[in-house]
């Protein structure tokens, strides 16, 4: 890099305020990076707890819906699930964390209750209600775990973005410029050497 600079003043000036510029840059991005990590820590816990609590659930609702099948038969949870007149619905809309587009989950008709089941208090079936609320819990952590399994995903490739660039800096770029500015610096230093010594001679002539 150094070949490629003219070891003037004005170029060393601009040098020096590029390099200061840069290391500005380059402290914001630390900053972004060591943030990111900070919400990708506290986020993969909450993740873990949520898959725990997701595999809990899906085997009480496997379990519910069995018993129900044993109890009331497969015919009357089929005519139970057909009866539901209002089926899940989820909207993806942006969140933004630090910079990062992450997608936010929300749900309508999750859940369901004993009127919207179609099946009345009479004729409806406690087992089959308890089957109903456990899918019902089931999908919404799943909604949740999604949204989570996601924002995870986009974080971590941002992550891995600012940490390239951070080491480009580091290791690369701000290095390069200052071994140009030391360039110049004792490139100037030579020249007035040398015009000291040019003004000596013409003035001993």
Known sequence: ???????????????????????NGYNLLKLKRDGLFHEF????????????GLVQTYRAAVQGISLAGAIEGG??????????????????????IMGVVVPSVEGTNLTSTILDRGMGLIGGSAYIDEAADGY?????????????????????????????????????????????????QLRLEEMEREETFRLKRFKNK
């Open 41 to 52: 820590r506290m986020l993969l816990s909450e993740m873990i707890e949520a898959r725990e």
């Open 136 to 184: 019902s819990k089931l999908i919404e952590k799943i909604v949740k775990a999604a949204e989570m399994e996601a924002t995870l995903k986009r974080l971590l490739v941002e992550i891995e973005a600012t940490k390239r660039r951070v080491n480009a800096l580091e290791f690369k770029v701000i290095p390069e410029m200052k071994e140009a500015q030391s360039f110049i």
């Open 1 to 23: 890099m150094a070949l490629d600079i003219k070891p003037t003043r004005s170029e060393l000036i601009n040098l020096k305020r590029r390099i200061k510029q840069t290391q």
């Open 75 to 96: 015919l009357a949870v089929k005519s139970a699930a057909i009866a539901i007149s209002n089926h899940p619905e989820v909207e993806v809309k942006p969140r933004n």
